[in-house]
């Protein structure tokens, strides 16, 4: 899995909305929140659009090398299997969203809300046969205080995983509506390459970043020893346009959610979704192996 990850030609889909994104997820699938009632309807909605996925034809490890999971999809079952053993006999990769969610913004940075219960849920994600783990915070602001912060803490949490057996995707989001976007991807870049650099022991991280505002500024993370792979949210923009911003930086990978998802729906026959589905992966995967000058 590592050498699939490190070298493998393709992305990684992110198919972890949690309680607070999955209404609009639905929604944009053509299910809309009139057509459900209570958390365990909606839950079970979502896992059937992943399974769905998961299951698909067209969804394979030949240009998908990575998934990254939602806790209650890794517990469910896809094609009458668990979903971790679906996806690794498709040749793609594991991972789960540990985070529970963002604390209020302070210093203008949304920092992850505590997780007391992680040691325990990364023992059983192990056992399950995932690979690795992805943590997002958030930052608003080019404050360099706050960003500091989100680093610190996105390094404590990856340290954490690493100790309980599994990859960490470290995912301090810079959010792309920012008025001082460019800036914040500066101060973002030079406080991870400080803890990459001083982070202990051998071990290696992943990086989710957003796509930067200017072109190839991550390369030196993409560069770094320390890293195995940079990825990049999508962060809101249509699949197009994440795509073409995609290409334009050398070495970094997509791990797209709405981008991804943003044409299939409900209603469509396996036909039709199917197509749709294998449309958006070829756009994704070409973005992320073919990169323009």
């Known amino acids: 899995m590592t050498t699939k990850i490190a070298a493998g030609h393709g992305f990684i889909a992110a198919l972890d909305q949690s309680g607070g994104s999955t209404p609009k997820a639905l929604a944009g699938y053509g299910i809309e929140p009139s057509a459900y009632s209570g958390d365990e309807a909606m839950f079970g909605l979502i896992h059937d659009m992943r ?35 679906a ?62 912060g989100i680093v610190k803490q996105q390094f404590e949490i990856g340290a954490q995983v690493i100790a309980g057996g599994l990859m960490p995707i470290l995912e301090p989001e810079v959010n792309i509506k920012s008025p001082e976007r460019a800036e914040a991807d500066q101060i973002l870049m030079d406080e ?37 792979r940079v990825v990049a949210l999508s962060g809101g923009f ?27 729906r409900f209603q469509m026959t396996d036909a039709e979704f199917d197509a749709a589905l294998a449309e958006a992966i070829d756009a994704i995967y070409g973005a992320s192996v073919n990169k323009t000058a």
Request: glycine share 10%; net charge positive.
């Open 51 to 85: 399974s769905r996925i998961i299951t698909s034809p067209v969804f394979t490890g030949e240009k998908v090398i990575g998934a990254i999971l939602f806790e209650r999809t890794m517990d469910g079952q896809a094609g009458g299997k668990p979903v971790p053993t």
């Open 192 to 228: 991870i390459l400080k803890a990459l650099d001083a982070f202990p022991g051998t071990d290696k991280v992943m990086l989710k970043l957003s796509l930067p505002a200017k072109e190839g500024l991550f390369q030196p993370l993409v560069d770094h020893p320390r890293v195995l």
């Open 87 to 148: 996806l690794i006999e498709r040749g793609v990769v594991p991972f789960i969203k540990i985070d529970k969610g963002l604390e209020d913004e302070k210093d203008g940075v949304q920092l992850m809300k505590p997780m007391p219960e992680l040691d325990a849920l990364l023992a059983r994600a192990k056992g399950l046969g995932v690979f690795g783990t992805k943590e997002r915070s958030v930052v608003n602001l080019a404050n360099p205080a706050g960003i500091a």
């Open 238 to 264: 249509k699949r197009p346009e994440a795509c073409v911003e995609l290409a334009r930086n050398p070495g970094i990978i997509a791990s797209f959610s709405r981008a991804l998802l943003e044409d299939l």
